[in-house]
């Protein structure tokens, strides 16, 4: 291999060959959101400025955490669980062009993720599949099947911390709002956004006692099919499971 020979496959893969993306082509860009369907009845979470979470050094954040995979049996309070979301897709504000400004980087400030919840022990919340709608600050309720923890288990290489944790956080990309404007390229961008999402994650659960584990292990086609998902406009990227630490 040439000391170029790097560069040039970067350049020969990602660059040269990128077709026009919709956007250059003049395609309007996706909705920042999925519709809401008519008729369904939001799960309000309390206001993020309204929730008071203990205060905790940026480094000492950093310096305690690390992945854990087992649980105490504990439920989430619905004041935790809407903190952690807003530290992992919350919207700051809404732009002319129009693009969302969150709480953590995308690239282009696309933020191509959807944030499904698979709620197990939440204090006010029916244990079930949620979708977190991010302009709304609240919860669509998707499935109730109570038969559905068991089989994101075996979606996930049977990890049965998926079904002890107190919610699990499941990041559903929309490729559209993506490779609209970068094409296939966007499919990196996607796990580079997803790698943002999660460690937010992770610092924000130190606060509340909670612990964490990044879930990539599992079957694309099962998982997606588990969580209604087409596995092409919309699949899931990654997942963590979450609950309080049991030490």
Known sequence: MTRNAGRDFMRNTCYDRMEASQQERGLPQPPLELPVPEGVELLALPAPQDVHIPALDLREAIERRKTWRKYREESLSL??????????????SVTNRPVTFRTVP??????????????????????GLYRYVASAHALQPLDQDPGLPEQLVEACLKQSKIVYSAVN?????????M??????????????????????????????????????????????????????ELFVVYLASLGKKLR
């Open 179 to 232: 490779t609209w404007r970068y094409g296939e390229r966007g499919y990196r961008y996607l796990h580079l956004d997803a790698g943002h999402v999660c460690q937010n994650l992770y610092l924000a659960a130190e606060p509340v006692d909670c612990g964490i584990c990044g879930i990539a292990a599992f079957d694309d086609a099962r998982l997606n099919a588990a969580l209604n998902l087409d596995g092409e």
């Open 106 to 127: 995308s690239a282009g400030a696309r933020h191509a993720f959807e944030t499904y919840l698979l709620v197990n022990r939440v204090v006010g919340v029916e244990p």
């Open 79 to 92: 004041e935790e669980l809407s903190f952690l979301l807003w530290c992992t897709q919350g919207i700051k």
């Open 169 to 177: 956080f499941i990041w559903v990309a929309v490729r559209e709002r």
